[in-house]
């Protein structure tokens, strides 16, 4: 089974009281956060991430994205696809991505703002919205059965 976890990164790996900045002087990210992270993911056999941030415009090589990467692979996470997305319609870019990648099995959404995900009830089940990753809560009232148990798994490892 494979399992997706689609990624933003501000709101979710940091919070306005971060202290970490990146190479450009932005916010940075939290090592215990991405801690959290990977040790949720990790409970699956087979999982990727997919960035839907919009850390997923930078390029390859600029130093910011460099830097994510570096701090997802200190605990050995890597980032598997992004999402395309035209402004802010975030939950349609993930239903494209599920679209074009049918070996998805389930999936989670972490983000700190809800976007167009209620447009969609599939993501608007799974979607996990954060102020911080360890202050994670449902978005919908009825939660699919992989939110609960991912939900479980970031308050075990917070
Ligand atoms: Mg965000």
Redesign the pocket.
């Given at each position: 089974m494979l399992f997706a976890v689609f990624l933003?990164?501000?709101?979710?790996l940091n919070t306005k009281t971060t202290c970490q900045h990146t190479p450009d002087g932005y916010t940075g990210i939290d090592d215990a956060r991405v801690k959290i992270l990977a040790n949720a993911i990790k409970m699956y056999d087979c999982y990727e991430v997919i960035l839907t941030?919009?850390w997923k415009e930078m390029g390859e090589y600029d130093d910011d994205y460099l830097y994510l990467l570096e701090k997802l692979d200190l605990y050995g996470l890597d980032i598997a696809g992004k999402t395309k997305d035209q402004g802010n319609n975030r939950g349609e870019g993930i239903i494209n991505y599920l679209k074009a990648h049918p070996e998805i099995d389930d999936y989670v959404i972490l983000?700190?703002?809800k976007f167009d995900f209620m447009n969609y009830t599939g993501l608007w089940e799974r979607l996990l919205v954060t102020d911080g990753i360890e202050r994670a809560e449902f978005a919908s009232r009825t939660p699919e059965v992989e939110a609960m148990v991912f939900m479980d798994y970031i308050k075990r490892f917070s």
């Open positions: 933003d990164v501000d709101g979710v941030s919009d983000d700190d703002h």
